[in-house]
């Protein structure tokens, strides 16, 4: 299977009315139906890209016997037995515009000297990725426990040198407000392309 796709579930009932629902669930979604309709003349480009993923909810209750974060063990299960060859994980968050995040923090509850990793996959796509309207952070240290951290913790550990790892952050947005819901989609599909034609490339040296 050539790529894992995956999200969050609404965090909390309160929240997610707050945020209009979890931006990266409602991305998901579209990989489980017919193609938007304001997809147009892209429809059979995102039929070839839905042949070759795969997608998941991961859960966001935190606490692990084995690894930090219920959401990273369950996306650790995923990757073992689904056997990607790449892994995109979309999240969401209250800033505005759609970030990358190069850098997963080290999980509080995780002993290992190693303070950070960084995903080679995502540095190697961030300037093509700024022109399509997608930022791109180290994101603030602070954040290490949220579920977010831990699976991107996984994801780029999972990946190593030789596989894609990348993590989207998502932002919010209005039902009715299809030109944004298609520009946040359309970017995730860049991201995805970006993921299915890199898989397999080593870390540049």
Request: hydrophobic share 40%; charged share 20%.
């Amino acid at each position: 299977m050539p790529l894992l796709l995956t999200g969050f579930p609404p965090f909390a009932p309160a929240l997610d009315t707050f945020v209009l629902g979890n931006s990266s669930q409602k991305m998901i979604n579209y990989f489980s139906g017919p193609p938007p309709s304001f997809l147009a003349g892209s429809k059979a480009e995102f039929e070839e890209i839905k042949s070759k993923v795969r997608t998941a909810i991961l859960p966001v209750k935190r606490g692990s016997a084995n690894l930090p974060g219920t959401s990273a063990k369950s996306l650790h299960d995923l990757l073992a037995s689904e056997d990607p060859e790449s892994v995109v994980c979309l999240g969401h968050q209250l800033r505005l515009g759609a970030h990358l995040e190069l850098v997963a923090y080290r999980p509080r509850d995780l002993k290992t000297e190693e303070g950070e990793k960084r995903s080679w996959f995502a540095d190697r796509i961030a300037q093509e990725a700024k022109a399509q309207g997608i930022g791109s952070t180290l994101g603030p240290e602070f954040l290490a426990h949220w579920p977010c951290n831990y699976t991107y913790w996984s994801a780029i550990e999972w990946a190593g040198t030789g596989k894609a790892a990348a993590f989207l952050h998502l932002p919010p947005y209005m039902p009715s407000d299809r030109k944004r819901e298609e520009q946040i989609f359309r970017q995730v599909l860049f991201v995805l392309k970006q993921a299915l034609d890199l898989h397999g490339q080593p870390h540049p040296t």
